[in-house]
């Protein structure tokens, strides 16, 4: 195991990169504690599958370093790096069984057969294929093949980081919560640094102790799935996690009050720095239907499941408000209610706001 360090970390796909939007990744600076649970989390082409193969050696960086433990491994070439990589497809041997497929990475390493037994008979039980076992791999379902790549990348414990680039693409709606889950209790068990790649923030905030939000080729927030919840640092984190997503209001801010379609709303403290555009950031889960408050119009109200998602518009804007228990009628004049120390700034995207201890 190890500390991943990127430092000063730059690439570009293309051969005389200048501009900045010439740059899949524009300047990352980040360290993977030993052990951790991270995902990484962005919309496709962000970024993501780039940053993990410079970190697996599977690609060169334009500029910067990549360190295990300190040590620069920027020119190694990935079979000296100690990882272990799953990737979106399945990469396994048809032709090989299932146990020998999940033996493979060992074998290769010069394991002793008696241990490689053992450990592939406890990668099989956690991954429930251990009636597959003599089965070719050529005979298996996509699902199947996917989790015996899963398997061929956690049966080594001597890895420096293993790394799932999206693994759970290909895989069955009923069989992803149950392969998620077990691959945070998997986790937990082999206490390996483990980077997961989604762009399913479901994915990311079920299996991460600390998640990295990708925008763009940049890294907009680091934080604990709570954290991320509470505090966006950026509006993009606010709107990418979350369902719904952050409501972002375009408003005026002076002191502590932002003025949003002319009504005047308090933000959780004083607004920090000026200039750029600024808007109002509050989640669906602190706005709430009251005597008094911002006026507002229902437009919409969807049922979904446990609560209902209450679309109301104040002036122009649509502000959505998650509402338990009896709901408003379409059409319907309402106040809604901003929770103070839940309405953040944003000046130019990012938060504009003081914290409250
Ligand atoms: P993600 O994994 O988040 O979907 P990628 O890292 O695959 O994103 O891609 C980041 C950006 O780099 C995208 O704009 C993508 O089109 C570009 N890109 C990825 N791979 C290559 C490549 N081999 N050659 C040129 N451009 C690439
Ligand atoms: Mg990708």
């Known amino acids: 195991m190890a500390k991943i360090t990127l430092s000063n970390l730059r690439h570009s796909y293309l051969p005389n990169p200048k501009a900045d939007e010439d740059y899949a990744l524009k300047e990352i600076d980040l360290d993977w504690e030993d052990g951790g649970a991270y995902a990484l989390l962005g919309p496709s082409g962000c970024g993501k599958s780039t940053l993990l193969n410079i970190i697996s050696g599977l690609l060169t960086p334009s500029d910067g370093k990549v360190l295990f433990n300190g040590t620069d491994v920027t020119g190694l070439p990935p079979d000296q790096r100690n990882i272990a990589q799953v990737f979106q497809f399945p990469v396994i041997y048809d032709t090989m069984t299932v146990r020998e497929n999940l033996a493979f990475p060992l074998r290769n390493r010069g394991v002793a057969e008696t241990?490689?037994?053992e450990r592939v008979a406890e990668i099989a039980a956690m991954?429930?294929?251990v009636d597959m076992l003599d089965i070719r791999a050529a005979h298996l379902s996509p699902d199947n093949k996917q989790k015996i790549s899963m398997g061929r990348g956690l049966v080594r414990d001597d890895v420096n980081v293993v790394m799932f680039d999206e693994p759970l693409t290909v895989i069955d709606p009923h069989l992803k919560w149950k392969l998620r889950s077990k691959l945070k209790e998997l986790h937990q068990r082999v206490k390996a640094t483990m980077i997961y790649v989604t762009h399913d923030q479901t994915e990311a905030l079920t299996f991460a102790d600390q998640v990295v939000v990708m925008q763009e080729g940049e890294i907009v927030q680091i934080g604990t799935p709570v954290e991320l919840f509470?505090?966006?640092?950026?509006?993009f984190v606010g709107h990418f996690i979350g369902s719904p997503g952050m409501n972002i209001l375009a408003a005026e801010a002076q002191g502590n009050t932002a003025t949003f379609e002319g009504q005047s709303v308090a933000l959780e403290g004083n607004v920090t720095g000026d200039g750029g555009s600024?808007?109002?950031?509050?989640?669906p889960e602190f706005v709430t239907i009251a005597d008094t408050g911002v006026a507002a119009r229902v437009r919409k109200v969807s049922d979904v499941g446990?609560?209902?998602?209450?679309?109301?518009?104040?002036?122009?804007?649509?502000?959505?408000?998650?509402?338990?228990?009896?709901v408003p009628g379409q059409g319907e004049a309402i106040h809604l209610a901003f929770r103070p120390d839940q309405t953040r700034l944003y000046r130019d995207g990012w938060i504009s706001t003081e914290a409250q201890p």
């Open 115 to 117: 241990r490689i037994a």
């Open 127 to 129: 991954l429930e294929v």
């Open 230 to 235: 509470e505090r966006p640092q950026h509006t």
């Open 278 to 283: 600024t808007e109002i950031g509050i989640r």
């Open 306 to 326: 446990r609560h209902a998602v209450v679309e109301a518009m104040v002036g122009d804007t649509a502000v959505k408000a998650i509402v338990e228990g009896e």
